[in-house]
């Protein structure tokens, strides 16, 4: 079970999983497949 569940892996996605995982939440990111992305 996870404190929370981020739904899409881009730049604002990550970041806000980074900085809950930091803040020491539990974080699930979840992103579609198949995508390439720039950053």
Do not use: N
């Amino acid at each position: 079970m996870y404190d929370v569940l981020v739904v899409g892996g881009g730049p604002c996605g990550a970041s806000a999983a980074e900085d809950l995982a930091k803040a020491g939440y539990s974080v699930a990111l979840l992103d579609r497949p198949g995508r390439i992305k720039p950053c």
